[in-house]
């Protein structure tokens, strides 16, 4: 059992930065692949950005990718999200999820655990 709590959601303006965290219980996170997803009102819950267990590999969404950088300290058992650039499309609840199979994982419905998300909010 994993659980994960996300922090750093605040509002901003457009092309500020923020940098989100997630921690996480238990002594097995690092055998986790992790991924963030956000959610929008209205829209459904998307892919953001993931990590392999060693932190080797990342993928991001084509909307984020040269913007956002996913990284983990298995050592703190917490895995970020730096959000450079940031634009009003960009506000969402942000959350945090952990898979137990291997990356690379982009789908939500593959996560086994979730956070209870952080909001984002982006003003121009």
């Known amino acids: 059992q994993v659980q994960l709590v996300e922090s750093g959601g605040r509002w901003v303006q457009a092309g500020d930065s923020l940098r989100l965290s997630c921690a996480a219980s238990?002594?097995?996170?690092?055998?986790?692949?992790m991924g963030w997803f956000r959610q929008a009102p209205g829209k459904e819950r998307e892919f953001v950005a993931a990590?392999?267990?060693?932190?080797?590999?990342?993928s991001y969404a084509t909307s984020v990718k040269g913007r956002f950088t996913i990284s983990r300290d298995n050592a703190k058992n917490t895995v970020y999200l730096q959000m450079n650039s940031l634009r009003p499309e960009d506000t969402a609840v942000y959350y945090c999820?952990?898979?137990?199979?291997?990356?690379?994982?982009?789908?939500?419905?593959?996560?086994?655990?979730w956070g209870q998300g952080t909001q984002v909010t982006v003003s121009s």
């Open positions: 999820a952990a898979a137990r199979i291997v990356f690379p994982v982009s789908t939500w419905s593959q996560y086994d655990y």
């Open positions: 238990g002594r097995t996170f690092s055998s986790y692949t």
């Open positions: 990590i392999s267990t060693s932190a080797s590999m990342t």
